[in-house]
């Protein structure tokens, strides 16, 4: 058996930069700083050359004295430190430092920061866009997400704790609250789990978010994604807890509500009567997407006495000369439509465009044509296929894509029967569903009238001086509510 | 006992407004304006009110036997009449609770067979109610709680529709006011008795009231709210139908619905019989947890374990029961046990309880 | 694996009968004949979809149908399926006509088939038909080529213009079975090879025994229920005439007893507003006289209509639930003993309103 090589660490200095040397990017080389030879060893890959060749060279080469402690006084870099401990050194050397050790001499290592930064610039949202409002959209660097939400909460209580997270990826996450305001609990529950991880490689935030899940068996999302840093700081001031990924352009944000997932930003950017419209709007059409292929199923299969007498005529000419019952009918356009979708997504975004229209088009009439499905049903899993997409967070539409599936077998077994025996339980499901132990379907289900403020409906912002009852906020109060105006009279 | 159980497992006293009526609107009231006319006529909504009014009575005694013994009604049984005996009572009583399960969802798949689906093998869709059910209740009481807040909505939704059949109404079928004898009156309240059953299911989920001492309010209101809807009921089909009419008609309701006609629906009840399965599911699981509860308390069971003993039961039972005088039957005895238990033997044990505790002092 | 065989046993046991909507012979209209003693016929028509796809749809549905002859209800039933392609499903059933020698024989047998059916609904229209509604049935109107959806319209449409008191499946049965009340049905004809509501087929329990006409029929409807919109014509000396419109109707009863005989009043306010006169000028005088003309004319109307009801000891206007409902311990033989003879004074208080908007 082959001895474990890879969790074996060298002990030594010199041994650890035999090891490193393997990789082509690895540099060691001499140099002689006032007259005494030095190892400066680094990774050109992860390191700055400009700083490195215009910053650091100058300034060590017109240092006067040997000792590492003076080096450092000598140059211009405040996080340089000296590290006696050689796993120390291998962890820093590959987050872009550079090392300086004294040839012959002790394992003591002067370590000199030159990180190469390159990351994209901050760009509009892209899954969450906007028409008004802010278009700043997260990016992939950690640091700059934070600037972004402390740029927008300049105030001492946001904390930032860090955690690594990932045996090889050592990723960077940084859980973010208001202190004061966020329920300690909560920032303990996630902070706990996200310690708790136990895995290798963590790539982005959706895989934290699937790992600190309260129930993974579930496919709907218990925490909520975002890519805006307003909504993430709207969301703290609220008293939840963000998380941020390095190297992941979303911010996860929990404890959450169902409800939660219908409200776009946009909501909070245009006035209250219109976004409550669109709130409503957004769930029912949330409810069509899934529900209106299966009730098509269920009723022409079997409630024929549902249907008014002149839709009849319609539905059973629409039908007449398709050889399939509606199930398959249902199935193949729900499945054209997801296929559609999927290469939609898969696809450079100009061809996929092209796909989608040509596919819509070209299909469907093709498929009515041929007498393979009813023109009714195309119609309806068209809207429901739109309808879907209504919802602000990726994530929720793919769930409701998703749920359209068994309701439609349900419906297929005991028409409306199933299909309500289906809905028992999706609401035992989501009666269950807590997000980071806090009921799921709040305000609904704990019935709590004064977070029903900001729900399906959302009030005017004189009436959201409470922060949501759900998080249980350390500090309720939003803003001291003026005192009632004397109510004026006509003409006053 | 009532410290072990966990505050997160509790629900606040307001959902009592939900949970009695969650219970006590169940398939009974599809069919009971025609038994309640077998005795007092078109004067028998009188007996509705009767009933409910001394059914909160009843909720304010068993409030007023649970604050003195502690919550605990296993405990109170076996103080007032001894170890055996008390846990005896304890046994039937949560054996009677248990029942309800079985009456509702066999009188509610019956309702599917006769109605939409002549063809349907009982078996299987009982199966899927009892899958449905456990999947509920091994998520405890709080989801069984919001169950039963769903089933009001839905119920309340569907009593409304009532105001469906408006133009068919003909208030004078009510007149003459009051043309039956006391007696009369007495026995179609006792035919109420089915539909306000479940009270004795506070026994049981009282120590996951928080604050249970000020959760009577609740469950009077809760009670008062099943009260109004089975008058409402009851109301609306006394002026829709004529008495022969009436007796002709197995479901009364669903004939009501029959004479709704929407844009988009011609015929109502095929949507709204459906839909009430989220109604029934609701007072299912609430007996399902509450006996299960009870067992475990009792016999220190695995609630897990007995929850699916009790499914299979439910199970095997409802297959044998096929022929609608057997479920019928079902019903009846079912009433008539309850009756005794909640008008009788409730006041009974208040009254042990009240001598003791003079007798103590 | 185990699991998945359990799956599919409950799958396919689990599974109910299908009743695709395009593989069902939906019944619109049904039509029964009395053949004899025993048997009676039922007619069914069916709709034919020749539309291609939708494209066209409401055009191209036409009208077929089944016949069968049978004892009961169950043996009509039997036939039919046997005649039939596909399978036969009562749901979309919205006309039931009965022939008036059924009517006359009694119909309580095929009325209570269809009420406890469940897939019927409560409004459904029943109506009786003077000839064969066999022959009704098979042929084709040509102002709406589907014979049922002409004819639920032509009842629709009557009920409407209040020309017939309203009626549908529960109506029927709530009368039938309601203690001091008799029930109606509309009355239908044909009329130079056109189908028309001539008026209102009055029953006597569940039999027929008479039909009023359509004049009759709105003085009925007066009498039974409150509306608003209707038109009545008045006949005045000298060949003139005037027509009123809008015409609201109220009715209501008080009921006295004289030494154990009832006696019954009955007010009827009625409000509405000259909409056509033969003569010239209309002014306040001719209206208010139109208006005491109305008024005696309702009352001389309503009176033979009652009377006429007595002669044949039934009573569709409901007078002994009237009785029933103001009386302690109702006894409804002795109702029907004294029913003949009862008096009933008639009040008619109209209100017209304008002369139209010409004057």
Redesign the interface.
């Known amino acids: 058996m082959k001895p474990d090589n890879f969790n074996h660490s060298p002990v030594t200095l010199t041994s650890l930069l035999e090891t490193l040397k393997a990789s082509r990017d690895f540099h060691l080389q001499a140099f002689t700083i006032a007259g005494k030879p030095f190892n400066l060893f680094y990774y050109s890959s992860l390191t700055d050359q400009t700083v490195f060749k215009k910053e650091l060279l100058p300034c060590l080469r017109k240092a006067e004295n040997s000792s590492l402690k003076e080096i450092t006084e000598a140059i211009p870099f405040i996080e340089a430190l000296i590290v006696k401990d050689v796993k120390k050194v291998e962890e820093k050397l590959l987050t872009g430092f550079l090392g300086l050790n004294l040839q012959g001499g002790t394992d003591e290592c002067l370590l000199i920061p030159v990180k190469e930064q390159k990351h994209r610039d901050v760009t509009v949202p892209e899954v969450e866009f906007s028409v008004i409002g802010p278009k700043e959209g997260f990016i992939e660097d950690i640091d700059t997400n934070i600037y972004l939400i402390r740029k927008r909460l300049p105030v001492k209580n946001l904390i930032n704790s860090e955690i690594e997270v990932g045996s090889l990826s050592k990723t960077r996450v940084a859980v973010l609250y208001l202190d004061g305001i966020a329920d300690e609990e909560n920032v303990n529950t996630i902070k706990q789990r996200v310690e708790d991880i136990e895995f290798d490689h963590i790539d982005d935030s959706s895989y934290i978010n699937q790992l600190i899940e309260d129930n993974s068996k579930s496919p709907f999302p218990q925490l909520l994604d975002t890519e805006r840093p307003d909504r993430t700081a709207a969301s703290l001031t609220e008293g939840k807890v963000a998380v941020l990924v390095d190297g992941s352009p979303t911010a996860i944000i929990g404890p959450t509500t169902f409800l939660e997932f219908f409200s776009a930003f946009d909501d909070y950017f245009s006035n209250w009567i219109i976004s409550s419209i669109l709130r409503v709007i957004r769930v029912f059409s949330v409810a069509f997407s899934i529900f209106a292929t299966a009730i098509y199923v269920a009723v022409l299969t079997?409630?024929t006495?549902?249907?008014?007498?002149d839709?009849l005529d319609t539905l059973v000419q629409s039908r007449d000369a398709i050889p399939f019952p509606p199930i398959i009918e249902a199935v193949f356009l729900e499945l054209t439509i997801e296929l559609l979708r999927e290469a939609g997504a898969r696809l450079p975004s100009k061809v996929g465009q092209t796909i989608g229209i040509v596919g819509g088009i070209v299909i469907g009439t093709a498929a009515v044509e041929a007498g393979l499905t009813s023109n009714v049903l195309l119609i309806i899993v068209a809207l429901s296929a739109l309808a879907s997409f209504t919802t602000p967070i990726y994530r929720i539409g793919n769930t409701i894509r998703l749920l359209r599936f068994p309701f439609l077998f349900a419906a297929q077994l005991?028409?409306?029967?199933g299909?309500?025996?289906g809905?028992?339980?999706l609401?035992?499901?989501l009666?269950?569903l807590t997000s980071l132990?806090r009921?799921y379907?709040e305000p609904l289900?704990?019935?709590r009238l004064q977070d029903m403020k900001d729900s399906v409906i959302r009030l005017p912002f004189s009436r959201q001086s409470q922060r949501p009852v759900h998080m249980r906020p350390d500090n309720p109060k939003r803003f001291n509510k003026q005192q009632a105006r004397k109510t004026r009279d006509i003409d006053d | 006992m009532a410290n072990l159980i966990p505050e997160?497992s509790k629900?606040?006293p307001?959902?009592l407004f939900f949970l009695i009526p969650g219970m006590q609107v169940g398939v009974g009231v599809f069919g009971f304006p025609r038994y309640l006319a077998d005795e007092a006529g078109f004067d028998s909504w009188l007996a509705v009110i009767i009933t409910g009014i001394s059914t909160s009575v009843i909720i304010w005694l068993v409030f007023i036997i649970l604050k003195r013994g502690g919550g605990d009604i296993i405990e109170i049984h076996r103080n007032t009449f001894g170890k055996w005996i008390g846990g005896f009572i304890s046994f039937l009583m949560f054996l009677y609770l248990f029942s309800f399960s079985l009456v509702i969802l066999r009188t509610y798949t019956e309702v599917?067979q006769?109605?939409?689906?002549p063809?349907?093998?009982t078996w299987?869709?009982t199966?899927?109610?009892c899958i449905?059910a456990y999947?509920?209740v091994i998520?405890?009481f709080?989801?069984v709680t919001?169950?039963s807040?769903?089933a009001v909505i839905i119920s309340f939704l569907a009593f409304s529709s009532l105001i469906g059949p408006l133009e068919?109404i003909?208030v004078?079928?009510l007149?003459?006011l009051l043309?039956h004898s006391i007696s009369e009156y007495l026995t179609s309240a006792k035919t109420m008795v089915l539909g306000f059953l479940g009270v004795k299911m506070l026994f049981i989920y009282y120590p996951f009231i928080k604050k249970p001492d000020k959760a009577v309010k609740w469950a009077i209101g809760g009670n008062v709210f099943t009260l109004v809807v089975y008058l409402f009921v009851v109301l609306a089909a006394f002026v829709f139908?004529?008495?022969?009419?009436l007796?002709?008609t197995v479901w009364p309701l669903?004939?009501m619905w029959?004479?709704i006609?929407l844009?988009?629906?011609?015929?109502f009840e095929?949507?709204a019989?459906?839909?009430w399965?989220?109604v029934i599911?609701s007072g299912v699981c609430l007996a399902l947890w509450v006996s299960s509860r009870g067992f475990r308390l009792l016999f220190s069971f695995n609630q897990k374990q007995t929850l699916i003993v009790l499914l299979l039961i439910v199970f095997s039972l409802s297959v044998i029961f096929q022929t609608r005088e057997a479920i019928d039957r079902m019903n009846t005895v079912t009433a008539e046990i309850g009756f005794y238990f909640t008008y009788i033997y409730i006041p009974i044990l208040w009254l042990i309880q009240s001598i003791r505790k003079k007798g103590s002092s | 694996m185990k699991k998945l065989v359990i799956l599919l046993t409950?799958l396919t046991?689990?599974c109910?009968?299908q009743e695709i909507v395009d593989e069902l012979l939906l019944i619109h209209a049904t039509g029964i004949d009395y053949v004899d003693e025993l048997n009676f016929r039922a007619t069914v028509s069916v709709p034919i979809y020749k539309g291609d796809n939708g494209n066209n749809s409401g055009e191209g549905v036409t009208s077929e149908t089944i016949t069968a002859v049978g004892r009961t209800a169950k043996n009509i039933r039997a036939e039919m399926d046997s005649k039939s392609p596909k399978l036969i499903n009562n749901?979309k059933l919205a006309v039931v006509l009965f022939n008036n020698e059924m009517a006359k024989k009694g119909i309580i047998e095929q009325g209570?088939t269809f009420?406890?059916d469940?897939l019927v609904?409560?409004?459904l229209y029943l109506g009786v038909f003077e000839g064969s509604t066999n022959q009704l049935l098979e042929n084709q109107p040509s102002l709406q080529p589907e014979i049922s959806k002409y004819l639920s319209e032509l009842i629709e449409q009557n009920i409407n213009n209040h020309n017939i008191p309203k009626s549908n499946m529960?109506?029927f049965?709530?009368?039938?079975?309601?203690?001091g009340?008799e029930t109606y049905l509309p009355y239908l004809k044909k009329v130079n090879d056109q189908v028309q509501v001539t008026g209102v087929a009055i029953f006597k329990n569940d039999k027929m025994v008479s039909a009023l006409s359509l004049e009759e029929s709105i003085i009925f409807k007066m009498l039974i229920e409150n509306f608003q919109g209707g038109t009545y014509e008045v006949a005045l000396p000298d060949k003139e005439f005037a027509s009123i419109r809008n015409l609201s109707a109220q009715s209501s009863y008080q009921v006295e007893m004289r030494k154990g005989m009832p006696e019954i009043t009955l007010n009827l306010r009625t409000k509405g507003y000259v909409n056509e006169y033969s003569g010239i000028p209309l002014d306040q005088k001719k209206i208010n006289e139109i208006n005491h003309l109305l008024e005696e004319e309702l009352t001389v109307e309503i009176s033979k209509l009652i009377k006429k009801f007595q002669d044949l000891e039934t009573d569709p206007v409901g007078l002994g639930?009237?009785v029933k409902?103001?009386?302690?311990?109702w006894d409804e033989q002795k109702w029907t003993d004294q029913y003949p003879n009862v008096k009933v004074h008639v009040n008619v208080d109209t209100i017209i309103t304008h002369g139209g908007v010409s004057d």
């Open positions: 079997y409630h006495p549902l249907i008014p007498r839709l005991w028409g409306l029967v299909i309500f025996i809905i028992g339980f609401l035992v499901h009666l269950g132990g009921p379907l289900y704990p019935l | 997160r629900v606040s307001f959902f599917i006769i109605w939409i689906f063809d349907l093998s299987s869709i199966l899927a109610y449905l999947y509920a998520k405890g709080r989801v919001g169950l807040i769903f068919y003909e004078r079928n007149l003459p043309d139908y004529s008495p022969g009419q007796q002709k669903f004939t029959q004479i006609e844009p988009f629906i011609e015929r095929y949507l019989i459906p839909a399965g989220a599911l | 409950f046991s689990a109910v009968q749901s209570d009420y406890r469940p609904g409560q409004r529960h109506v049965v709530y009368r039938l079975y309601q203690e009340m639930f009237q409902t103001r009386t302690r311990g």
